[in-house]
Structures are given as C-alpha cells and as structure tokens.
C-alpha cells in the first residue's frame, strides 16, 4: 500500500486575488455591453433651455447660453479635416462609433458622438469645448436649436 503525502493547502490569498480579478472582468464586461448598447441609442435632446446628450458614459446637458450657434455648422469630417478628430484624450473609439474627448486637427478640445462623418453637426461653446453630433435630420435639428434660443 503506497504512503501518502498530503500538500501543504496554499493560503487563502490566491482565492482572493482570483475573485478580485473577476470582479474586474465583470466590470470590464459591464462597461463594454453598455458601450455596444449606447452606441445604438445614444440621443439628443432639445429642452426649453438645454441641450441633453443622453447615452454612453460622456452625457451631459447644456445650457443654451454656453453654445455659440452663431458659428454652428454642417460639416463633412473628410473634407473639413480641421474639425476631424485627431486623438481621443478620454472616451470611446470603435470602428462605427466614438463618443467622448478628442483632440481635433485643429487643436480644439471636442465632445463627440459619431456614428458617422459625413453631415456632422459641429457646435462651438463658450466652455472650452465643441461639439460633434452624428444627429439625424442635421438641418432640422440646427433649426430647433436656434429657434428655441431665439424664443
């Protein structure tokens, strides 16, 4: 009959590091599947006084005092390559989709949803930052804007 040895049973310590390790991965994995499903639903929103941007991590409201519609504008990201973003300072960048702060060729400091480059919505503000909006229907979305700060 063979004599048997048992090992030395190891220290709670590597149990805890693995449940740390997968609370991060559902962490990981929690900020991801809101990303894939704010990229589908992320909005405007044009109040009596605000502009709310709804969806991934970077949403905000604006007060319309701050943004300078003046100089606002539809542009084409390829062709206007001075409003195109350069680097992403702090926020999302996926094939198709890239919301947050981004650096634009230009220097400027940018907050952006974009789905697309073409018809982007470029918006100056008087807090340090643009804004780049993939909005549906551009056009109108300028014009309820604008109509609701000139009321």
């Given at each position: 009959?063979?004599?048997v040895?048992?090992?030395?049973?190891?220290?709670?310590?590597?149990?805890?590091i693995?449940g740390?390790?997968?609370?991060?991965?559902?962490?990981v994995?929690a900020a991801?599947?809101?990303?894939?499903?704010?990229a589908?639903?992320?909005?405007?929103?044009?109040?009596?006084?605000s502009?709310?941007?709804?969806?991934?991590f970077?949403g905000?409201?604006?007060?319309?005092?701050?943004?300078?519609?003046?100089?606002?504008?539809i542009?084409?990201?390829?062709?206007?390559?001075?409003?195109?973003?350069?680097?992403?300072?702090?926020?999302t960048?996926?094939?198709?989709?890239?919301?947050?702060?981004?650096?634009?060729?230009n220097g400027?400091?940018?907050?952006?949803y974009?789905?697309?480059?073409?018809?982007?919505v470029?918006?100056?503000?008087?807090?340090?930052?643009?804004?780049?909006?993939?909005?549906?229907?551009?056009?109108?979305?300028?014009?309820?804007?604008?109509?609701?700060?000139?009321?």
């Amino acid at each position: 009959m063979p004599e048997v040895f048992p090992i030395v049973p190891a220290s709670a310590k590597p149990i805890w590091i693995l449940g740390v390790v997968c609370i991060i991965l559902v962490i990981v994995f929690a900020a991801l599947a809101y990303t894939a499903y704010s990229a589908r639903n992320s909005r405007v929103e044009v109040s009596a006084d605000s502009l709310r941007l709804v969806g991934d991590f970077w949403g905000r409201s604006i007060d319309f005092e701050s943004l300078r519609l003046a100089d606002a504008a539809i542009i084409d990201l390829d062709s206007s390559s001075n409003y195109a973003p350069r680097r992403r300072t702090f926020g999302t960048a996926v094939p198709g989709y890239a919301s947050g702060w981004f650096r634009l060729r230009n220097g400027d400091k940018a907050l952006a949803y974009l789905t697309t480059r073409d018809s982007v919505v470029y918006i100056p503000t008087s807090l340090g930052y643009s804004l780049l909006l993939s909005a549906d229907r551009p056009e109108q979305f300028l014009e309820a804007l604008r109509s609701r700060v000139e009321s």
